[in-house]
């Protein structure tokens, strides 16, 4: 079989493409014959067939890439994050939720027929499921201006940036995931254990590496950006195609691990 993931001559967006998994994603992507229309802050050294420059902080940054981009997409890889500190909270939640989604929203209009989305969450959202009654409101904003309205007045909610941003990237994928496969678009979500990127040391420094080993798991080691990009592009393609509003967890067996009992992840924090 030539191309088992079929994603041959394919229009495909990847955000974050310039480092880390998004630059993992885009690589695998144009070895498959994809016509990848790359997305970062920053130029990329992959060979995608576009480069478009985007700040997810910003609304009209967003739209003229938008409008690059242009319509006919078969696949977008929403991977682009940042790690928390030393951005601020409404940073970190503009680029790893509103400006992301907004990026999704704009682009759905014009999707192809079983179209594909896939955003990049963490392990570092779990629990998101017990806060579906703080989460949900933010999810069902509406646009960009209002979901960051929305987490300007609630600091609260957005306290710490990260884990609040991929918890609610887990929540708005469930919701609304379930509401875009009724028009035949696939929304799923991945969530990585520790993975050897760019972003690690800024993860080190602040929560601490022992805290960061804790989140490894059984496997005994934080995985590649690889490891990380090909489940992702497996749940993009048309072989996935009955997968939608999941979450995958790409951790090393560590949720198995902890929701069974083998991991008390609250009392290696206790200690710390």
Known sequence: MKDPLLYEAKRVV??????????????????????????????????????????????????????????????????AGLPGPPFSDLDTMLV???????????????????????????????????????LIPLAATEGFDAGKQWCEDHPEVIASGYAPSKKILNAWVAWRGAQLIETGIRLNCSNPGPTQTAMMPTFEEQSGKAIIDAFVGPSGRRSSAEEQ????????????????????????????????????????????
Not at 101 to 126: F, Y
Request: with cysteine; proline share 3%.
């Open 96 to 134: 790893n939720f509103v400006g992301a989604r907004h990026l999704i929203e704009s682009l759905v209009p014009t999707m192809t027929p079983g179209a594909s989305v896939i955003c990049t969450a963490s392990n570092g959202g779990m629990g998101w499921q017990q806060e579906l009654e703080t």
């Open 229 to 272: 990009a090909w489940p992702m592009v497996f749940m993009n393609s048309a072989r996935s195609s009955y997968v939608a509003a999941e979450a995958i967890h790409v951790d090393g067996g560590f949720l198995g691990a902890m929701t069974t009992g083998q991991i008390d992840i609250a009392g290696i924090l206790s200690k710390m």
């Open 14 to 79: 990847v955000t974050g493409c310039a480092s880390g998994m998004g630059e993992a994603a885009a690589k695998i992507l144009v070895d498959l014959g994809a016509h990848v229309i790359g997305l970062d802050v920053k130029p990329t050294a992959v060979a995608v067939q576009q480069f478009v420059q985007v700040d997810l902080r910003d609304k009209s940054s967003i739209d003229a890439a938008v409008v690059a981009i242009g319509s006919g997409i078969d696949s977008v890889f929403s991977i």
